[in-house]
């Protein structure tokens, strides 16, 4: 059952007479005020209460649902009065979104806020494929530009790029100004540094754009239109969504599906350090490559494996999911780029559960070669992986293919995640290896039984606000709350109306 725990206190109270009795009652006075005034603290402190993730069992038909809501559903739409980006704004901002395709949507859905901070006109973001994905296709051929600018109308102007500067009857090109933004920069360093040099030189390009703007923001408003960027305005095109929706209706066709990130791959192996377990040939090829791509770090296996930081094995993925009572009737759709070490490790898994499939298996037709190479074929698998039943990633430190979908997963209805606790999880399975496996499936319940499903719960560091957006981008229609109360349903209307009046405003401005 998914429902709150409660902890029950007993208090064992002596018997006695006189000044022994007296002080027994006042110090069984004293812990009930005590207790009363702790109840009171967490009562009242936060902006929101979210179910607890406490369960006293997993039960494998709950699972196939989307996890319990607390009455909470999606709205990232403003709540507060919102107007629309002025007619005139302060200059033009162009940014290069490096890394993979969600590290991608991170930084665009970034570059949208900073331009409202700055009331800046958007450039439309440029992809750096070219260095990860070795595809030069670029924001046009992942997502649907029109939509994107139509979605974000009330919240910045876009353009698909720096317009000539008509002066003295002559056409200028607008050069824009490149900087560097810091990592995680905040808020202030946007509206000073970038901002005075923006007013000074008309534009600014910001490059590299990959975690240049803080993810916790006290403003909730902020937070929301980052939601709009990654959950609405974000479509992919027509023929990767097309394509998407063909292969999760083959895999439906015969039942409920579960998909994993198995993101057991030469560059994460390399990062995490995990090389022990390797030929020495492989060993080779894994720090050859951490040479080349990482900053140099001691790194020893059994330590690195001991608090969690290697990656789940893929005969370790299918333990888990053993113990949690699936079996081989299980269907899987992996989302996974070419597997290091090969069969050896994937044969363990696949007797585990024979039914695996990928978006070559599940629809082999030339549309799909065509369609599925770099940034697309990460997008196909983005989508047929937020639509799963069930999703589970094997790595969700650094991987932002992960990280973006829990949290769209997350947004999309609390579609239910299975989320493997690697340092709880990492003593047990090396008990296994040494050939201590008594209770070790109960063990791993146990683990599991704290983790989260998909359920709303607060954002903790680490955590990232593109993993969890609860509570800003989430309400209830019967809040307590008035902070956590949905917007009213005519909300398109009354931002209709603001777009609308500012138009008109900048019209009679102009003739008089």
Known sequence: MRRAGFHRQHARQGVGSGFKAMVVKLSVAALVLLICTVSLFYSSTGTSNAPSSYRSEIRLAELWNNADSGGWKPSSAPRTHWPPPPTE??????VRCNGGLNQQRSAISNAVLAARIMNATLVLPELDANSFWHDDSG?????????????????????????????????????????????????????TDALKKMKEHGAIYLTPFSHRLAEEIDNPEYQRLRCRVNYHALRFKPHIMKLSQSIVDKLRAQGPYMSIHLRFEMDMLSFAGCFDIFTPEEQKILKKYREENFAPKRLVYNERRAIGKCPLTPEEVGLILRALGFDNSTRIYLAAGELFGG?????????????????????????LVQNT???????????????????????????????????????????????????????????????????????????????????????????????NSWPECFCQTSAKNPADRCPPNDILNILDNGLQKEATEQTNSTIS
């Open 139 to 191: 924001f046009h051929g992942i997502y649907d530009v029109e939509h994107f600018i139509k979605t974000l109308r009330y919240d910045v102007k876009i353009v698909e790029s720096i317009p000539e500067n008509q002066k003295n009857g002559k056409k200028k090109k607008i050069k824009a100004l490149q900087m560097r933004p810091p990592r995680d920069a905040p808020i202030s360093w946007y509206t």
């Open 343 to 367: 069969e050896r490790f994937m044969n363990p898994f696949r007797s585990l559960f024979p039914r695996l499939e990928n978006h070559s298996s599940v629809e082999n037709s030339e549309e």
């Open 89 to 94: 704004s302060n200059g033009y901002l162009r």
């Open 373 to 467: 190479r770099g940034l697309a074929g990460s997008a196909v698998d983005y989508m047929v992986c937020l639509l799963s039943d069930i999703f589970m990633p094997t790595y969700d430190g650094p991987s932002n293919f992960a990280n973006n979908l829990l949290g769209h997963r997350l947004y999309y209805g609390f579609r239910t995640t299975i989320r493997p606790d690697r340092k709880a999880l990492a003593p047990i399975f090396i008990d296994r290896e040494n050939g201590r496996t008594a209770g070790f499936e109960e063990a791993i319940r146990k683990v599991m039984l704290t983790t989260n499903f998909g359920e709303p719960h607060k954002r903790v560091s680490p955590e990232s606000f593109y993993t």
